[in-house]
């Protein structure tokens, strides 16, 4: 019976029309084949993990099953649904956000990754140029140790900076970390540049000279 049903083939190629993954050769291939329920589990995951390593926010699981959200982003709850969920609710009609999977269906692979480097490129530290290093160490060596730095201390700051610069996510203000730096590499005098500035603070205050 079953063989003549699928004789001419019409339906055979109904299902192969509708089990067609558009995400060969992609990170997400074979999403089109997982169930709802996994494809929920996967958006949850899929949103974690993106504001987490991307966009560098706290997130941290619900604390159960039926609290009505599934990550807390920044203190900020968020549930995550799927797309047979937001068309059910409404979606763009009542004003919702779309969802991972109707995200996924929306935007193509290239163009997804191209706005994750796009995020991912302003968290990266700009590049400072040696002579930058070199006029802010100057400056800070100055103000924090009432002199100038060494040709080793000049080197020991541009490695340092340069480690700064190699940290991925990271953002730094450069005068503060090269003050920091100056202090490190001179602790006693540092020590006693902070005292001698604390006295005159207080003989200025009292009118003394």
């Not at 494809?39 to 619900?62: I, N, T, Y």
């Not at 979606?91 to 480097?117: E, F, N, R, W, Y």
């Not at 040696?130 to 800070?140: H, W």
Request: hydrophobic residues 35%; proline residues 4%.
């Amino acid at each position: 019976m079953f063989k003549t049903l699928f004789e001419d083939e019409s339906l055979t190629d109904y299902i192969k029309s509708n089990t067609k993954d558009p995400w060969i050769d992609t990170p997400f291939e074979n999403y089109v084949f997982l169930s709802p329920k996994q494809k929920g589990e996967f958006g949850e995951r899929f949103v974690h993990s993106f504001f987490e390593s991307v966009l560098l926010c706290d997130v941290k699981r619900a604390a159960t099953s039926t609290a009505g959200h599934d990550r807390v982003v920044d203190g900020t709850q968020a549930p995550v649904q799927a797309a047979g969920r937001f068309r059910s609710l409404g979606g763009i009609g009542v004003g919702m956000m779309p969802t991972t999977d109707a995200l996924l269906s929306a935007v193509s692979v290239k163009d997804l990754q191209a706005k994750i480097d796009e995020v991912t490129a302003t968290k990266k530290p700009p590049a400072y140029s040696r002579e930058t290093i070199v006029e802010y160490a100057n400056t800070a060596f100055k103000k924090r140790l009432q002199r100038a730095p060494t040709s080793d201390e000049i080197k020991s700051v541009i490695g340092f900076v340069h480690n700064l610069q190699n940290t991925e996510n990271l953002k730094f203000d450069l005068g503060a970390e090269i003050g920091a730096k100056a202090e490190a590499l001179d602790p006693e005098r540092a020590e006693g540049i902070s005292y001698y500035n604390t006295a005159q603070t207080v003989k200025n205050a009292l009118g003394l000279k």
